[in-house]
């Protein structure tokens, strides 16, 4: 019989769904140009970093895999809001998740009850770009690398203010190992985020401030602050002139952020490798790679197997570090 009739394309079209199905895989999941749109959860405002990059992927990936991809904000508790969406998603590939290492590593350590587990909630699809993040100074003190700053802030207490972004994040855990290495009284003093932070510090309203390269970058070629430290096992591309805790004594800030892409747990492999090598595919474009870097970001893929162990080790030691400064997860 020929396959135009239309009994016989009925048989065929339920035959292939029912294969579909068998495998665990949604047809929208692995459809090219579906109407419906995948959504990429962001836990932080529009505006921001985390939020400019997502969109740049975003809007990349849907030329490329015939798709529409959308930023969908769920702001609030440090990403938490956004991780909890996206283990509540269904594993149909329709829904992904753009974090940080802040909240699919440190939430999880802080707080009672997350409501998620990287481990068990989230598919580690690929690591997007890692972000360095920085100690700065205003440019008014004599302090250029961390010897400087520790005699400076030793020789006054109240100059060992140091700004982070948020409370038990990861420049807070650092502003106190900074202090044992120092010698120095240093403390943190949290912000509802880096830009608010960053303005407080080039107005002279604290001595010194960390959060992400990204945030710093921009008021460093400026003139309006000084950066005489930052995260890694190397200097960043983007800042070559600013030497490494690492190169200067500090142990245990050898890990620079990163931001990374997550499916919910059950999503079918092949799903998550369609959308690997998309995104590999992505972010070798020049003209991705110079937006994102243009975010104080460095493009460094990895795919989940890579990032799941990263995961691993990041939370491994600023689990130790969390712990030995007394904190209690609220």
């Given at each position: ?112 009850s997350p409501g998620f587990n ?19 100074v205003h440019p008014s003190t ?189």
């Amino acid at each position: 019989m020929s396959t135009s009739c239309p009994n016989t394309r009925r048989r065929l079209l339920g035959a292939a769904t029912a294969l579909t199905l068998s495998l665990g895989l949604s047809a929208p999941a692995l459809a090219q140009g579906s109407a419906q749109p995948v959504r990429i959860l962001v836990g932080f405002p529009a505006g921001g970093g985390v939020d400019a990059a997502s969109r740049h992927v975003a809007e990349v990936l849907s030329q490329q895999m015939g798709q529409s991809f959308v930023v969908d904000n769920r702001t609030g508790a440090g990403g938490q809001i956004a991780a909890v969406a996206l283990k509540q998603a269904p594993p149909n590939g329709q829904t992904l998740f753009m974090s940080n290492d802040h909240t699919v590593v440190i939430v999880p350590q802080t707080m009672k009850s997350p409501g998620f587990n990287p481990a068990t909630d989230f598919v580690p699809v690929a690591r997007v770009v890692q972000i360095a993040f920085g100690l700065a100074v205003h440019p008014s003190t004599q302090a250029h690398r961390l010897a400087d700053y520790g005699k400076w802030v030793r020789e006054q207490a109240d100059r060992g203010a140091v700004g982070v972004p948020a409370p038990a994040s990861v420049p807070e855990f650092t502003t106190g190992l900074l202090g044992q290495h120092l010698g120095a009284a240093t403390n943190a003093v949290p912000y509802r985020g880096g830009a608010p932070m960053v303005a407080d510090l080039i107005g002279g309203q604290i001595p010194a401030g960390i959060t992400s390269l990204s945030e710093l970058l921009p008021q460093q070629k400026a003139g309006k602050l000084r950066v005489i430290a930052v995260s890694g096992t190397q200097r960043s591309a983007l800042l070559p002139d600013a030497p490494t805790f690492a190169e200067q004594g500090v142990k245990g800030v050898e890990q620079s952020n990163f931001l990374a892409l997550y499916a919910p747990a059950g999503t079918p492999a092949p799903v998550i490798k369609r959308y690997q090598d998309a995104l590999r595919e992505a972010l070798a474009q020049p003209a991705l790679r110079e937006k994102l870097e243009s975010l104080g970001m460095q493009v460094d893929f990895a795919a989940g197997d890579v990032l799941g162990r990263q995961m691993t080790q990041m939370t491994e030691t600023w689990g130790q570090l969390i712990r030995a400064s007394g904190f209690k997860p609220q």
